[in-house]
Each structure stands twice: as structure tokens, then as C-alpha cells.
């Protein structure tokens, strides 16, 4: 079983709020990552980081922002919560090198109303 | 572009079938491809992860092949059972980036009756 962690699981928030989702392991992991995903579509990239103090955007645009302050922690910000952010959000980690698993956190499902 | 393929988009099959998944990528440099298994709502659970020297690599009841020249794979799920059900997402691994970019498909939704 991977250990990573994600809170909420489930988060309904007005248009507006600022939301901060959770994301911590405990493996160590380098490399950490935030995906979203729409039901039956594929994941994308929203961002990522190799380590602390690295943080980049992915291949999808989005107007969330990252900090990697501490290797275990990960936490992705919605300054202005709106509609078009409902989502489901998957953070994931990994070590680095050619044969390493991904592994990926229960998800947050965001609804924003 | 780099982009991962899979078929069929949805499959329904009886408890105690075999089954199929197929995964076309054009993913270079190739550096491994990988199966998950997703759950509704919850994360991805990887199944087999293969390089590109591997042709095949088992895991319980699920196989997965590789054809590295053809850029193909497949998942081959053995005596389905009802906990199958779930989607199957293929994700190949660049080697072109330091982060080793995973690229995903949209995944197959297998469903198992009873």
C-alpha cells in the first residue's frame, strides 16, 4: 500500500474561496506531482517538482499554484475558487530513475458551486 | 506529439472471461510503459510496469505485453472476476525530460457481470 495521503477526499466550496488541497508522503519520494482529471479523461499535468524549493507548471494551464517547502508535502492553491475548477485533483510521487512507480493518492474530488 | 491510445474505450464481459486491453503509443524516447488500475474515485494502482527489453510481465491474473518496435501493448486479464471492474489506464515514460514525463491514455472501462 503507497503512502500518500490526500485531504479531502471530498470538498464542495463556494465560487470565490480559497481552497488549499493536501498532499503528504511518507516514502521519501523526490519527485511529487499534481493531475486533473475529468470523469473518463485522461489525467493531465497541472504541476510538478523534483525536490524542495522546485516547483514547475505541467502541460495543462490551470491558476492553481504549488510550494514544496518540506519533501513529504505538497500542497496545490486555489486563490479564487470558480466553477470551471470542478475537478478531480490526484497528486502522486515517485523516486527518480527508469523503472520507478508512480504511485497516486486517493484523489480529491472539487466541486465548486 | 507524444500521445497514448487505447481500445476499446469500454468493454463488458461475464465473471470468469478473459479479456484483451490494447495500448498503441507514440511516445519517444520510449522509456517504460506502465498499466494502472483506477477504481471510481479513487487513485490509480499500478499493475505491471515494463521496460524496453521486457515483452512481458505478469502480475496475478493480469499480463501485459510490450512490442517496443511496433509501439504497442496490451493487457490480458485472466478468469475475470466482478472486482475487476474498474478502468485500465496505460502510461508510457519519456526519457527525452529529467522529470521522465508520464503520458496517459483515457484508459478501457471494463465492466464484469455476474
Known amino acids: 500500500e503507497a503512502d500518500i495521503y490526500q485531504t479531502p477526499r471530498y470538498l464542495v466550496i463556494g465560487t470565490g474561496k480559497k481552497i488549499t488541497l493536501e498532499c503528504s508522503q511518507t516514502?521519501?519520494?523526490?519527485?511529487m506531482y499534481w493531475y486533473q482529471q475529468d470523469p473518463g479523461m485522461e489525467l493531465h499535468l497541472i504541476h510538478y517538482s523534483y525536490g524542495v524549493n522546485s516547483t514547475e507548471k505541467g502541460d495543462l494551464s490551470s491558476e492553481s499554484t504549488v510550494s514544496r517547502i518540506r519533501t513529504e508535502h505538497f500542497p496545490l492553491t486555489l486563490e479564487s475558487a470558480r466553477p470551471s475548477h470542478t475537478s478531480q485533483y490526484l497528486c502522486?510521487?515517485?523516486?527518480?530513475?527508469?523503472?520507478?512507480?508512480?504511485?497516486f493518492g486517493q484523489g480529491t474530488r472539487l466541486t465548486v458551486v | 506529439k507524444n500521445q497514448v491510445e487505447q481500445s476499446p474505450q469500454s468493454l463488458i464481459i461475464l465473471e470468469g472471461k478473459n479479456c484483451t486491453l490494447q495500448?498503441?503509443?507514440?511516445?519517444?524516447?520510449?522509456?517504460?510503459l506502465r498499466w494502472y488500475k483506477q477504481d471510481t474515485g479513487r487513485g490509480p494502482v499500478s499493475l505491471t510496469i515494463?521496460?524496453?527489453?521486457?515483452n512481458t510481465k505478469s502480475n496475478g491474473r493480469y499480463t501485459a505485453t510490450l512490442d517496443a518496435d511496433t509501439k504497442q501493448s496490451s493487457l490480458h486479464i485472466t478468469a475475470s472476476q466482478l472486482s475487476d471492474s474498474a478502468s485500465y489506464i496505460c502510461v508510457v515514460s519519456d526519457r527525452g525530460s529529467t522529470l521522465g514525463r508520464l503520458y496517459f491514455g483515457r484508459g478501457t472501462q471494463l465492466t464484469v457481470w455476474p
Open positions: 516514502m521519501g519520494h523526490d519527485k
Open positions: 495500448c498503441n503509443y507514440t511516445v519517444s524516447p520510449f522509456s517504460n
Open positions: 515494463m521496460t524496453f527489453s521486457e
Open positions: 502522486a510521487s515517485s523516486v527518480s530513475g527508469e523503472k520507478t512507480e508512480a504511485f
